[in-house]
């Protein structure tokens, strides 16, 4: 069903692009700019005209900026803005897998699963792929992007047909294994550097990450150690359990599943490690540096390394002031504010590795606030993220935009919005009223 979606929005787009000028506009996180990446490439072979604007956010002040003589090609954005963009002149083709919220205008034509009962779930660089692939089987060779997008929007674990698919087309030999970054570099500096699980004893530590290897039995291969995606079945077991060993429960039961190592600058990568350097360079105000990674620029690449780094060391501050300063706290909820302390494409990265930590029990909403200028950037987690879980933060975030104005999106386990400053307390007051309200309805 999903092909015949694609095969029908392809032809559209073919006979409306004929002598058109094109406005690409993606989204700034892994998946977004994977996306935009993939769909520039497609663009190039049907040699048509287009710019490309990679955004935080679609907002009502953006949309007012798209060039009026310009088609407008939305990637990963855009379906829970059809009421804003039906208002415009141009013509409108989204290729998103978000919900979709407003009443789709005669101008839009969408690509997105939730069109269809019961689809198969896909990020927007795998709809973006399936689209490019359509155009031109040569767009085959996009694929590893599809897959970078894919795990960029913590899609991994879940291989659907559809999936299955793109992964044999990036010629993806999937591996289980320990979920450490990179995999394909020696393991003993892994190990030392894995930060996502932090591992106590091991992580920052080399004579712990050697003892650590020791005790699992793993040796060097003539003066190095193997990489994670070369170790035999055996030495990955007796890893893994001298890593887990080390490390709670619920961070063991998420420590092993599917690693993917795919061709890039014609060497094997880390899907996991590239998406974290495109997502790093989104996130400290450089995607056109992550794009053009994306593009093969060797360049480009030199200069993520470096700001992924920085990255880095942002995250490690953001959560050392997150911990050392006061917070908001309910009843399974936390508000966190870090005001102008944090930067606001940083803050919603931290709600999520809170989300994932030991630090909340399942089921906690955590809000994190951080300024930019004359807005507040909004993000809200689940602890656990419990897909059984009642609670749903997209439309907890819709209601409250709703009623002090702003805008907002996401899914039931992740949303975020961005409000006017001046509403930062009416905000964290309408917050409270509606999770304790929540509370004891229940």
Same mark, same amino acid.
């Given at each position: 069903?999903?092909? *015949? ?5 392809? /032809?559209? $787009? ?6 058109? *000028? ?13 996306? %935009?990446?993939?769909?520039? *490439? %497609? ?7 287009? !710019? ?7 907002? /009502? ?60 779930? #896909?990020?927007?660089?795998? #709809? ?10 040569? +767009? ?14 913590? &899609? ?23 979920? #450490? ?16 699980? $932090? ?33 035999? /079945? ?7 359990? %001298?890593?887990? #060993? ?6 063991? !039961?998420?420590?092993?599943? =599917? ?19 495109? +997502?790093?360079?989104?996130? &400290? ?6 794009? &053009?990674?994306?593009? @093969? =620029? ?19 501050? @953001? ?12 009843? /399974? ?14 803050? @919603? ?32 987690? &689940? %602890? ?59």
């Amino acid at each position: 069903m999903v092909k *015949k979606l694609i095969k029908n929005f392809s /032809e559209l $787009f073919l006979q409306t692009t004929q002598n058109k *000028k094109i406005h690409l506009v993606s989204h700034f996180d892994t998946d977004g700019i994977t996306s %935009a990446a993939i769909l520039s *490439k %497609a663009l190039e072979k049907l040699e048509r005209q287009f !710019s490309i604007k990679i955004l935080k956010q679609l907002t /009502e002040e953006e949309i007012a900026l798209f060039p009026n003589d310009r088609l407008i090609l939305l990637a990963d954005l855009g379906s829970g803005s059809l009421d804003l963009l039906s208002k415009i002149p141009n013509k409108v083709f989204i290729i998103d897998h978000h919900e979709i919220t407003g009443t789709q205008g005669e101008n839009i034509n969408i690509l997105n699963p939730h069109l269809i009962k019961e689809s198969e779930e #896909l990020c927007g660089a795998e #709809l973006c792929y399936l689209f490019a692939k359509f155009l031109s089987e040569d +767009n085959k060779k996009l694929a590893h992007l599809a897959i970078v997008g894919m795990v960029g929007d913590t &899609m991994e674990k879940e291989i659907n047909k559809t999936r299955n698919e793109i992964i044999n087309d990036a010629d993806v030999k999937i591996k289980k294994g320990l979920l #450490l970054y990179p995999s394909t570099r020696p393991i003993d500096r892994t190990l030392e550097y894995s930060s996502r699980p $932090f591992i106590p004893g091991v992580t920052g530590n080399s004579k712990g990450t050697f003892d650590l290897l020791r005790e699992a039995g793993i040796e060097r291969t003539d003066k190095f150690y193997k990489s994670l995606i070369d170790l035999d /079945e055996d030495e990955m077991k007796r890893l893994a359990t %001298a890593v887990t #060993l080390r490390l709670s429960a619920k961070e063991s !039961s998420e420590l092993i599943g =599917n690693l993917y190592p795919i061709k890039f600058f014609n060497k094997l990568e880390d899907a996991r490690e590239l998406s974290a350097i495109i +997502n790093a360079c989104s996130r &400290m105000d450089k995607p056109e540096i992550a794009l &053009m990674l994306c593009l @093969g =620029n060797s360049n480009a690449r030199k200069k993520a390394e470096r700001i992924y780094l920085s990255y880095r060391q942002h995250i490690i501050s @953001g959560l050392k002031y997150i911990d050392q300063n006061n917070k908001i706290q309910g009843r /399974e909820y936390v508000i966190i504010n870090a005001k102008d302390q944090i930067k606001d494409t940083i803050i @919603g990265t931290l709600a999520s590795i809170l989300s994932f930590s030991q630090i909340y029990k399942e089921g906690t909403i955590i809000i994190t606030m951080a300024y930019n200028n004359d807005k507040i950037k909004v993000s809200a987690r &689940m %602890a656990g993220r419990n897909p059984k879980s009642s609670r749903n933060l997209k439309e907890l975030m819709d209601s409250i935009t709703g009623s002090i104005g702003g805008e907002s999106g996401g899914h039931k386990d992740a949303a975020g919005c961005i409000i006017d400053k001046k509403d930062e307390e009416d905000f964290i007051k309408l917050v409270k009223s509606k999770l304790e309200y929540e509370l004891i309805k229940v």
